[in-house]
């Protein structure tokens, strides 16, 4: 009778919480540059890079459609151009704090609020 045995391999690679592992933004770039140029489907290009196959789709998905807004896209940034009415010299009476850390200053209230709403207009994906 044959004994088996059971070995743990730590890859060092981050895991989360859940004790799945993380895939570096960097890495998971270079796996779909890969896959596009492999001619496999993403099931079997999946099981050769030992990556699971939802955890792919989500990758390819994400790429295709722009998805994870928040930093996580690789779509160039946006910029509008904003003018507002000068009136003299401004006097930075007021702060906006915006959703990141951006804080905005300004003397009119109205001046404010249109760059406060032109700012996150451009936020948008």
Do not use: H
């Not at 160039?76 to 000068?86: D, K, N, Q």
């Amino acid at each position: 009778m044959e004994t088996m045995g059971t070995q743990l391999i730590d890859d060092g690679g981050k895991r989360d919480r859940g004790g799945r592992r993380l895939t570096a933004r960097i890495r998971r770039e270079e796996l779909l540059r890969e896959y596009d140029e492999s001619g496999l489907t993403q099931v079997e290009f999946a099981r050769r890079a030992g990556v699971k196959y939802p955890t792919f789709t989500n990758w390819v998905q994400a790429r295709r459609t722009g998805a994870g807004c928040r930093g996580k896209r690789s779509v160039p940034v946006r910029f509008a151009e904003v003018s507002l009415p000068t009136t003299g010299v401004a006097v930075a009476s007021l702060s906006v704090a915006l959703p990141g850390g951006l804080i905005v200053r300004g003397g009119d209230i109205a001046q404010l609020a249109a760059l406060v709403r032109a700012l996150q207009e451009g936020e948008r994906c």
